[in-house]
């Protein structure tokens, strides 16, 4: 441990309360900036994620489906998944909880999610062509990734 390059931070500000969390964060933060840190910040936190991380990988079971610049994903998530999760952030503007519309199913288990693409079973844009293959990462340019075989389609759908 003494003076690595790299620091490992496996969901280091769970189960913290907001104040403890921040004084984490804060922390982290310093020494990063300090000593010329490099973190891998694994998190289900989609905030702290966004306040800690230059760069940012979305995983579904076990595989990465979206990766690139954190204010890029934030700004134009692509991949169905990643829309998903940003979405059911919760917001404070009146009525924003009753408005998330909740990803359907649960995840499928890793033998079942072996050909295609694993989130297809709860995939609003879902074709068939979806189960032929598992979908490689697609660059969108600008360091921007996505593993979907419809970004096009999606792209359309929502007037971009
Ligand atoms: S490949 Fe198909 S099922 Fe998978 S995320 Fe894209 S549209 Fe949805």
């Known amino acids: 441990m003494l003076k690595p390059n790299i620091v ?8 913290l309360d907001l104040s403890v969390q921040a004084t984490v964060l804060g922390v982290l933060d310093g020494l990063r900036k300090r ?7 694994v998190s289900h936190d989609l905030s702290v994620v ?3 991380c230059e ?16 204010d890029e994903i934030f700004a134009r998530p692509r991949h169905p998944y990643t829309q998903a999760l940003l979405a059911a952030v919760p917001r404070l503007e009146p009525g924003s909880l009753h408005d998330t519309p909740a990803l359907p199913g649960e995840p499928p288990s890793a033998s079942t ?13 879902a074709a068939p062509n979806c189960s032929q ?6 660059s ?3 360091q921007h990734m996505a593993a979907c075989v419809r970004l096009n ?3 359309a759908a929502a007037g971009n």
Do not use: H, W
């Not at 000593?35 to 910040?41: N, P, R, V």
């Not at 999610?113 to 844009?125: I, L």
């Open 35 to 41: 000593l010329g840190l490099t973190y891998l910040f």
């Open 113 to 125: 999610a072996r050909s295609g693409c694993a989130f297809r079973m709860r995939c609003s844009f």
């Open 153 to 155: 389609e999606i792209e």
């Open 50 to 52: 966004k306040r800690m």
């Open 55 to 70: 760069q940012v990988a979305i995983m579904y079971l076990g595989r990465i489906v979206e990766m690139g610049a954190t």
């Open 8 to 15: 490992i931070l496996d969901e280091p500000t769970s189960g």
């Open 140 to 142: 969108m340019g600008n």
């Open 133 to 138: 293959a598992r979908p490689p990462l697609i």
